[in-house]
């Protein structure tokens, strides 16, 4: 499903200002997955297994850090998917100029 929305705006600063609040956003979404994808990159070397794995079959009790470490980890997972999706929506906005 494709949503349009229409921004009318007098003056072509506006426009300029809501791109620049959009690519702005994108890059701090960009830097927040990076981040996100050490975290769970370091989970994966500390138990020698991906995240995909980790969400299929593992449980608290496979983790040193028990309860915690599981609801980190998984968090992580979430989030990554989360800002992920933001930012493939931003970089489908469209615009143009009229």
Known sequence: MTVQ?????????????????????????QASILRT?????????????????????MSAEDLEGGDLEYVAWAGEAKLLASLESELAELEDVRYQFS
Not at 5 to 21: F, P, T, V, W
Not at 43 to 54: I, K, L, P
């Open 5 to 29: 929305m229409i921004i009318e705006l007098n003056e072509e600063q506006g426009a300029k200002s809501i791109l620049s609040a959009i690519e702005t956003q994108k890059k701090r979404l």
């Open 37 to 57: 994808q050490r975290r769970l990159v370091q989970f994966e070397r500390q138990y020698s297994v991906s995240t995909e794995q980790f969400l299929q079959s």
